[in-house]
């Protein structure tokens, strides 16, 4: 039985798959330690043969909802450690050897989050947006956290754990699947929740491991690269013309992002206000306003003025706050 199972997820995109499974392909650590389950929406002769070749499992999924589409593959998964990789991502050779180390050698970690490369589509560095690749901001490669020192967060005077991590130990430490790896249980444990996740996996596995309190790995080796293009979240959140398509389009993301971190907030973690409220509340206050602008029928949502106030005491006082503060949103 394989010791890590990678689960690989494509949805509405092809063009950079084979790339993604040919890193794979090339791992060093031996064939028989893992396995590759493959989600995606499409069929594809070039990206089909080589999972045929190499004996991976194939799952097809029209879900949009990136949770059940990874517990799609998890259905399919053997392994005691689940690996992610995007489809428009990056595996260095030594990825999942780094991976298997860490989990046999501490068979108490729960998470593990690595640095990576980001870059640009021909896989050339951007320094630009190296301050935001996840660092430990201790003087240490490699770092190991247990929950007696998570716990501890009041005692530094912050008022939540996750941004205790943030501010002492791992900058993003919740940032890019393709850089995590879980233990199974972790995931067995929350299928329920995974099953109402759109978007933002990631944090969702980062915030799992804070509620389960889980011993955490973090690593400064990049052993991955992220790729940056047109089609990441990042460009796709910018509203392209004021087409009454575009405008739906993106009110459709932001009210997803909303209930996104909404399920991460209210119900993955065990405390609130917290962390991803936070963002909750910033993807509720973009999704009213983009609707107010453009005089579209929206659901009807109440800004949380006293969770908002709590991010600004926190150090987390966004952009759309401020603008709420001066003028209310009115559902």
Not at 29 to 39: A, G, H, P, Q, R
Not at 142 to 152: I, N, P
Not at 240 to 258: C, F, Q
Not at 311 to 327: K, V
């Amino acid at each position: 039985m394989p010791f890590i199972s990678v689960i690989v997820t494509a949805y509405r995109r092809r063009q950079y798959l084979y790339n993604a499974l040919l890193s794979v392909k090339a791992q060093t650590l031996s064939k028989d330690k893992y396995e590759v389950v493959v989600v995606k929406d499409f069929e594809d002769p070039q990206v089909d043969g080589l999972i045929k070749e190499m004996g991976w499992r194939s799952v097809h999924s029209d879900e949009e909802y990136q949770g059940r589409m990874y517990l799609n593959g998890l259905k399919e998964a053997d392994g005691d450690v689940i690996a992610f990789l995007d489809d428009d991502d990056i595996y260095e050779p030594g990825k999942l050897e780094y991976v298997y180390n860490v989990f046999s050698q501490n068979p108490d970690v729960g998470y593990l989050q690595h640095s990576y490369r980001l870059v640009d589509v021909s896989y050339r560095d951007i320094p630009v947006f190296g301050r935001e690749a996840p660092k430990n901001l201790m003087p240490r490669d490699e770092l190991k956290l247990t929950w007696d020192e998570v716990s501890r967060y009041r005692l530094y005077g912050y008022p939540d754990p996750i941004l205790y991590v943030f501010g002492t130990y791992r900058l993003y430490p919740d940032r890019n699947s393709t850089s995590i790896a879980v233990k199974r249980e972790l995931l067995d444990r929350h299928k329920d929740l995974l099953s109402g996740l759109p978007y933002e996996i990631d944090n969702f596995l980062f915030a799992a491991a804070i509620a389960d309190r889980v011993p955490m790995f973090f690593s400064d080796a990049r052993l991955s690269l992220w790729t940056f293009h047109g089609g990441n979240f990042v460009s796709r959140l910018q509203l392209a013309d004021d087409s009454p398509e575009e405008v739906e389009r993106l009110m459709k993301l932001h009210y997803n992002h909303y209930l996104s971190y909404t399920l991460i907030s209210r119900q993955l973690l065990n405390y609130y206000p917290n962390y991803y409220a936070c963002f909750a509340e910033n993807y509720k206050l973009l999704y009213l306003s983009t609707a107010r602008r453009f005089g579209r029928p929206a659901a009807e949502l109440t800004p949380y003025r006293s969770v908002m106030l709590w991010c600004c005491a926190a150090g987390l006082c966004l952009s759309e706050f401020t603008r709420y503060f001066l003028a209310p949103i009115k559902p």
